[in-house]
């Protein structure tokens, strides 16, 4: 197995200092489910009364786990609620023995947590196919339903990672009537990102007072715009999860508030920017903002067709401001587009205006923002006021090296 | 630039000895458009009578040749005709300098070969975006036209091609009333190819006798199960071009002949199966086939969604048979399926079978298929009757190598 162990070059400095979440405890374990001498089980348990909204992948081959969550997401509840995650084992297309592992791993939660089975939510990654080991995963339940302390979600965020270079962690703190609401969150994803979500977990958790229609609603909406607007290779995993809970800890109600909906955004944003920036084999973190759509929509057509283009990812990772790949991406989107009004900026380097070379460009200008770490590659299509942005990595000898063979 | 220059592993043993078709002449040149040092622009004229059908990208942003060649296409006459290709510069994104370009090539040819403009059809392949010296073209057209002969085909094989690592041909005869019918094709194409065609030019020619109607039905039919059922990067060029043209010297006519359909057909299908041979970096030739979905077009949706994988891809390169992603790569398409009624199969060894993995499933065999050069992935969705089947080849560190300076 080709392991690359060196972090991302894209990585934060380090794992940030995260609030604790009143109502929030976690736990890790090391149950051997596919890797060894890791923890790769985290539990989090919630205090009554906590709220949790979703999203999850929209593949028509999702895991059990995946549909058991949907199922349960929508129930109201006052009791108190539980998060399980295992990583090396994804149990997807396991068959009635991966819904049999849902019930068993769900149930035995319930039951050392003390808590009803549909308040518990469970998720799993990594290898695809292989039935999970769910004894190994229940053996260790007691330990860990023990053992939870409010400040280790650092420690949960590495037992959830799989190809994951650094683990990945955000948090956002905003006062209202003079009273502090926290936010914290983690987050595993590396590759098989794409839009609809990736081989993606996400736990963010608040002590904010929200009713679940409204949290839900902010969920949702956030999501088109952060954890859809990424993509590392157009991949899109068969268990993507994001589980927000709220445990109203704090006693401040946010339904309605503008400030906490910003600051929940700019988590989820956060964690959406590390996953890509934990691309397998990026070196480049990379912006594509498409303005002049015909709409919205279209405008995201254009943007996941150039983040998602091998040509114009493998020309970023040589450095070459290769705009020519952009107009292909633009022109094979299917999105509205006319050729004699479309202008590319790379950087702040106008390189192509209205159908043509800009007048002036400078190749040495646009490959000197081309060596930088952050790309951002601006397309404005000309046709109408429809903008999006998504993030992408580049292309890399890096990525076949860690996918030519992951699995033997 | 980091040029390759070995040719692709699976290039076929030697450029096949095509037969004279009565009535075109081919001849090469040294322009020196972009590259050096070798043949750049390749001219065939047509017998007055000649009928010609064609197919072409459609891409938003398709170039100004290819518009043009689109414009002439359904004008009748029976006056003789020209293809003007050139490799090193694709004329796309050139604004009105690159319309100006067409015209004045256009108007060269039929001034040097006395034929209508409208009858003469051009092609450029190569960079985008960099307006094309077109005088460098009209300067070598009087050699060009005085130079044509019956068994220049293979050169002209070799002055189209850009990336290519070998020049690609393939023929057909056969034997109507019992007199011999012939087709021979060229193609150039290796990156940038995708659904809607490619980086790719085709040139078909036969001496049969056949009304445009007849011949452009079989060219559109034919296409959607040859040039646009292959992938290389899912990416897809402004100025894929294929242009039939049957001189009729023969005599022999064809309209809704059975026999010639199938000849023309296999012509298209050997065409586009080298086209993926020549997938740049490629070392494995991969061959997706799906039954049972809801329809053939979204059985086409599934498997090239497949295809297009970057995870299958790499996977495929490191001869590991992970059959989870491709339950992923179904789960993605947007087409319907059911994961417990799919079926995947490597070669002639069974993987998984409804929603699970079979039974006495040797990951062993499945290992050795992945071996050999090459690759049949097969799925059946479960759900319906549709069919499709696609080619591709693996993602490896010679694509990215080669895509990463291409241009600088």
């Not at 003079?178 to 002590?207: E, H, N, Q, R, W």
């Not at 106008?350 to 159908?355: D, I």
């Not at 000309?382 to 992408?392: D, K, L």
Request: aromatic share 4%; with cysteine.
């Amino acid at each position: 197995m080709a392991k690359i162990t060196a972090v991302s070059p894209l990585a934060p400095a380090a794992f940030p200092a995260l609030p604790v979440i009143e109502g929030v405890k976690f736990s890790t374990a090391v149950a051997g489910v596919k890797y060894q001498g890791r923890t790769d089980v985290m539990l989090a348990t919630l205090i009554p009364g906590t709220v949790i909204a979703g999203a999850f992948t929209r593949s028509a081959t999702r895991s059990a786990s995946v549909l058991d969550c949907q199922a349960k997401l929508g129930l109201a509840s006052d009791e108190a609620a539980a998060i399980l995650v295992n990583s090396g084992n994804s149990n997807a297309f396991t068959g009635k023995g991966g819904v049999a592992s849902v019930e068993a791993i769900t149930a035995a939660v319930a039951r050392v947590c003390d808590l009803p089975q549909t308040r518990v939510f469970t998720s799993s990654t990594g290898v695809i196919g292989e039935p999970l080991p769910h004894d190994r995963i229940t053996a260790v339940l007691d330990a860990l339903s023990q053992t939870g302390d409010a400040n280790s979600i650092e420690a949960a965020a590495k037992a959830i990672m799989t190809t994951d270079t650094f683990p990945k962690g955000s948090k956002a703190t905003i006062e209202i009537d003079g009273k502090t609401v926290s936010i914290a969150g983690i987050a595993k994803g590396s590759g098989m990102i794409a839009p609809d979500m990736a081989t993606m977990l996400v736990y963010i958790f608040t002590d904010a007072l929200i009713c679940q229609d409204a949290l839900q609603a902010l969920v949702s909406q956030s999501n088109e715009q952060t954890f859809n607007a990424i993509t590392v290779d157009s991949d899109t995993s068969t268990s993507d999860s994001l589980i927000v809970a709220a445990t109203g800890a704090s006693g401040v109600a946010v339904d309605g508030n503008s400030d906490f909906a910003e600051a929940l955004h700019s988590v989820m944003l956060d964690l959406a920017h590390q996953v890509v920036r934990d691309g397998e084999g990026a070196t480049k973190f990379v912006e594509i903002v498409v303005t002049g759509a015909g709409s919205d929509a279209e405008a995201k057509i254009h943007a996941m067709s150039i983040a998602n283009s091998p040509l114009i990812k493998t020309a970023i990772a040589g450095e070459d401001p290769n705009w020519g790949r952009v107009v292909m991406a633009v022109g094979k989107s299917g999105a509205a587009a006319d050729r004699d009004r479309l202008s590319i900026r790379f950087g702040e380097v106008e390189v192509a205006k209205n159908g043509f070379r800009s007048e002036g460009y400078s190749e040495e200008a646009a490959t000197a923002h081309m060596k930088g770490q952050n790309i951002v590659i601006g397309v404005d299509i000309g046709i109408g006021s429809g903008t999006a942005t998504v993030w992408t990595c580049d292309l890399t000898h890096g990525y076949i090296s860690i996918n030519a063979d992951y699995r033997s």
